[in-house]
T-cell receptor, first 111, second 113 residues
């Protein structure tokens, strides 16, 4: 059973606007969350992370929000740029040694 | 600075053949792992290692073996390939087993006929 879910397979946004990518998780023991970005024919690259003791983490144009009560996190990209077009994966980890990934959301930023 | 290196990048196998996907990292990371990526399934953990001589199973370990004789290398072995193992495989390493970012290789695309 998928413990980390990304229910939107794809998202299209105009350049300069905000992109919001969503992720839900089911395991309340997860306490660390990450977002990765993947271009075609490349491996995923780390984007931003957040610990469960925080509800927001910001890095330049990228902000991750965590709502623990709803078991939901989101990635905001402002402003969106064409180079942001990629597949975005959210991931979670808990007390074990495993990272659990969502199914990914393909973001297209339209110039 | 090579990071995580995977070989081969592409491979075609016949059902029943065996092969090894190689993974090497030069960042002195203790944690290494193998994922497979399939359409609609995201990245699923196959096996992982928290240090030399220590390996453990992930979500989808069946049909795969691993070993970790050195900190740098973490090969993934398919003993008898099946069409269901057609996938893109990624090796990843991290300095921290829980909160460290994973560094991924470029991937190995495997097709089993």
């Amino acid at each position: 059973d998928q413990q980390v879910k990304q229910n939107s397979p794809s998202l299209s946004v105009q350049e300069g606007r905000i992109s919001i990518l969503n992720c839900d998780y089911t395991n309340s023991m997860f306490d660390y969350f990450l977002w990765y970005k993947k271009y075609p024919a490349e491996g995923p690259t780390f984007l931003i992370s957040i610990s469960s003791i925080k509800d927001k983490n910001e890095d330049g144009r990228f902000t991750v929000f965590l709502n623990k009560s709803a078991k939901h996190l989101s990635l905001h990209i402002v402003p969106s740029q064409p180079g942001d077009s990629a597949v975005y994966f959210c991931a979670a980890s808990g007390s074990g040694n495993q990272f659990y990934f969502g199914t990914g959301t393909s973001l297209t930023v339209i110039p | 600075n090579a990071g995580v290196t995977q070989t081969p990048k592409f491979q075609v196998l016949k059902t029943g053949q065996s092969m090894t996907l190689q993974c090497a990292q030069d960042m002195n990371h203790e944690y290494m792992s193998w994922y497979r990526q399939d359409p609609g399934m995201g990245l699923r953990l196959i096996h992982y290692s928290v240090g030399a001589g220590i390996t453990d199973q992930g979500e989808v370990p069946n049909g795969y073996n691993v070993s970790r004789s050195t900190t740098e290398d973490f090969p993934l072995r398919l003993l008898s390939a099946a069409p269901s193992q057609t996938s893109v495989y990624f090796c990843a390493s991290s300095r921290d087993r829980r909160t460290g970012e994973l560094f991924f290789g470029e991937g190995s695309r495997l097709t089993v006929l």
